[in-house]
Structure formats: C-alpha cells, structure tokens
C-alpha cells in the first residue's frame, strides 16, 4: 500500500525529466572540410577591423533557467570570395558569432563557436546569411584565422 501511494510523485518526476530531456541539446562536432564547403552560403577571406560583445538573454537555450549568451559582431573588410553572392573584394561585412556566457542550470548543449578572432587577424569565414540580413559562421568551427597573418 505505501508503493502506491508514492507512485505519483514518482512518476510525475520520470515524466518531467523525459520531457525536459527532449529540449536539451548536444555539443556540436566539428564540420569536415567538406561539410563546411557544401553547407555555406558565402565563404570569404578578410581581415578583422573590429570585434565587439555584448551579453543577452539566450536565443539558443530556451529551457527553464537563466541562459546568457556572449554575442559578438566582428567586422571584416573582404578580401577575397571563394563562395556566394553579393559580396564583393573592398566590402566590409559584420559577422555575428556567440559562445555562452551564463548557464544555470547548467546544462549540456551548443556551446557557439569555437574560436572568436581579434583585431587585425586575417580570417576566412564559412558563412550562412541570417533572416533579416547579415551573416553567420557555421557552427562550430566556421571560422579559421590564418597563421601568420597573411
């Protein structure tokens, strides 16, 4: 008799934490080569005029908590493009990019790109243009800066 008296609250744990499991995400693996090639919109090459970062409320990490993610615009004179349109060699484009800032709970899930380039580094992006303008580098390793500089 105690067994079925304690079986809702049991339940209802196991029923919540299967359905709370369903909005958790997995880190993200690296792209190959290939995969980044095939799933950009743009690919360019430039240097870095300008890097900056706010933190905001989370638009990845939806689940109960308090999720902050660090955004970053980073601005880059194009170089040169190996794909995509509209953009041109001279143009400057912003970039938007993110890493988490705050997470609690903490949870496992996207943890944004991997590397976030500074001024003056000369950068190739793999893009994907953004709903209402703009662009984004794939996730997680859309971005490569280039040794040396050059």
Same mark, same amino acid.
């Given at each position: 008799?105690?067994?079925?008296?304690?079986?809702?609250?049991?339940?209802?744990?196991?029923?919540?934490?299967?359905?709370?499991?369903?909005?958790?995400?997995?880190?993200?693996?690296?792209?190959?080569?290939?995969?980044?090639?095939?799933?950009?919109?743009?690919?360019?090459?430039?240097?870095?005029?300008?890097?900056?970062?706010?933190?905001? !409320?989370?638009?990845?990490?939806?689940?109960?908590?308090?999720? @902050?993610? *660090?955004?970053?615009?980073?601005?880059? *004179?194009?170089?040169?493009?190996?794909?995509?349109? #509209?953009?041109?060699?001279?143009?400057?484009?912003?970039?938007?990019?993110?890493? /988490?800032?705050?997470?609690?709970?903490?949870?496992?899930?996207?943890?944004?790109?991997?590397?976030? /380039? !500074? !001024?003056?580094?000369?950068?190739?992006?793999?893009?994907?243009?953004?709903?209402?303008?703009?662009?984004?580098?794939?996730? /997680?390793?859309?971005?490569?800066? @280039?040794? #040396?500089?050059?």
């Amino acid at each position: 008799m105690i067994l079925r008296k304690n079986r809702f609250p049991v339940t209802f744990l196991g029923i919540f934490f299967a359905v709370s499991n369903l909005s958790s995400w997995a880190a993200k693996a690296p792209l190959s080569p290939e995969k980044l090639q095939k799933e950009a919109s743009h690919i360019v090459s430039g240097k870095i005029l300008e890097v900056t970062a706010k933190v905001q !409320k989370s638009t990845v990490e939806k689940g109960i908590g308090l999720h @902050r993610d *660090r955004v970053f615009t980073i601005k880059i *004179r194009v170089r040169s493009i190996s794909k995509g349109a #509209g953009v041109k060699p001279g143009d400057q484009i912003d970039v938007i990019a993110w890493q /988490p800032s705050t997470r609690i709970p903490p949870r496992p899930g996207l943890q944004g790109h991997e590397l976030i /380039p !500074k !001024k003056a580094d000369v950068v190739t992006f793999h893009l994907r243009r953004k709903k209402g303008g703009g662009f984004e580098p794939l996730l /997680p390793n859309g971005i490569a800066v @280039r040794k #040396g500089g050059d």
